[in-house]
């Protein structure tokens, strides 16, 4: 789906300024759900089987409002079916859930996406690092 995923973000004017497949590090996904990490509860527990040693495609979006953008187009909420018709998290997400203790639920949403320009900045930073790490 990579070829059509990229095709959704670049019809809202960005492009993506760099991108590679690398396995996911631990560190990694610290980085960007310090929350999770903290909690160390099952939601950590998923997402870290999830993610840890995957070989994802990570990468930078520019262009015009690209937090914004990136938003609409690939969908605001974790749950992909409740997510816009047509965005990467509906298209490709799965829209059913893994259910945990305590009624929680753990969405595949198919991307992460940065929810404001202050985690944008933390995102680059972490790819950055990634990608300096040569993880590859």
């Known amino acids: 789906h990579r070829d059509t995923i990229r095709q959704v973000i670049e019809t809202t ?4 300024a760099e ?15 310090p929350d999770l990490a903290q909690a160390k509860d099952e939601v950590w527990n998923v997402t870290r ?9 990570v990468g930078i979006a520019q262009g015009n409002r690209a937090v914004e953008k990136l938003l609409l187009v690939c969908g605001a909420d974790k749950n992909p079916s409740l997510c816009a ?14 259910q945990l203790a ?5 969405w595949f949403n198919a991307i992460h996406r940065s929810k404001d320009e202050e985690e944008a ?5 972490i790819f950055n690092a990634l990608h300096s790490s040569g993880s590859r």
């Open 13 to 16: 004017g960005l492009y993506i």
């Open 49 to 57: 089987r999830h993610l840890f040693g995957k070989r994802c495609e």
């Open 121 to 125: 900045v933390r995102d680059i930073k």
């Open 19 to 33: 991108s590679y497949l690398a396995p996911i590090p631990k560190w990694v996904i610290v980085s960007l759900y």
């Open 102 to 106: 305590g009624g929680k639920q753990y």
């Open 85 to 98: 018709t047509g965005t990467i998290r509906q298209c490709f997400g799965i829209t059913v859930a893994v």
